[in-house]
């Protein structure tokens, strides 16, 4: 199989939209960075992914961007199916990325291209037609922003053999499942960007994967309900969404999202801290027993 068959086989499961550490000044601590890689690829996650929100790509510069790409693709070591990311960029800077993705282990790029651009079919086909030779990775699209990604440009772009899927960040239903239909005989995954109850809608129409709440922290629980809508057990999988994600989303969406999940990073022992990128400020006093006295209830005494 070519590259980018091979890697779309890989891209199945959940996907873990890594979270970085910072420490006191405010800089990225790769090797807090490193350690949590190199344990979500033992634990058994699938697929890893520098993403602008998860990754906190705003509180970055495009330096800080490539190191990380090349710290996580060092850690994983092929273990995990990487897929790095893009900033904002113009098409040169995005090909120069695209060769540093390659050579650092990454195994795909998505490739975001900025809304204010519009996010119309010539914006989007003139940009990816300005990449294509820049490097041997297989690409994904990202779909989010406004107006919402063209399905025609997805069509269109979903036929290029090099580019295998997207990752959809826009409505979660209706403009999700068409991206699915309208793709899934070109050799491209569309990915739900959201919860596992989204890819218990999607999959059944052909999505491959999905970013996950709980995997960042319990891949098991993410793999457990894959293996369960594979195996055809509809039932099981709700059970797992309603007993781990349900509780977990409602609490984390009040404590502030992404410094509730470092902080389940933390009280694992993967990170020193749940501190979120300069400018933002600390997170609210108690966070971290607060996840702890949740998890001790709904995921088992889990710390």
Known sequence: MDKATTALARMKGPVVPLNLCFDET???????????????SEQGAPILMLTYGSSEFACLDDEDIWAVTETVGQACAGRAFCIGGTGFWKAGKTRDYLAHAQAVGMDAVKVQVHPYLGNTTPVLINYFDALEGAADIP???????QPPFPLEAAVELAQRPHIIGMKNDGYDFYTYYDLI???????????SGGQMRNFAFGYPLGSPAYLCTVAPFRPDIANAFHNALVNGDAAGAWDLVYRYEEPWLQWAIKHNWLASIK????????????????PHPAPEPGLVEGVKALFDEIYEREF
């Open 263 to 278: 902080a389940a990073i933390q009280l694992k022992g993967l990170y020193p801290n749940h501190r979120l990128g300069p």
């Open 139 to 145: 690409l994904l699209l990202w779909a989010g922003g």
């Open 26 to 40: 405010g800089a990225l601590d790769h090797q807090a960075v490193a350690t949590y890689v190199d344990w979500l």
């Open 181 to 191: 239909r309208q793709t899934r005989d070109f050799g491209f995954g569309v990915i």
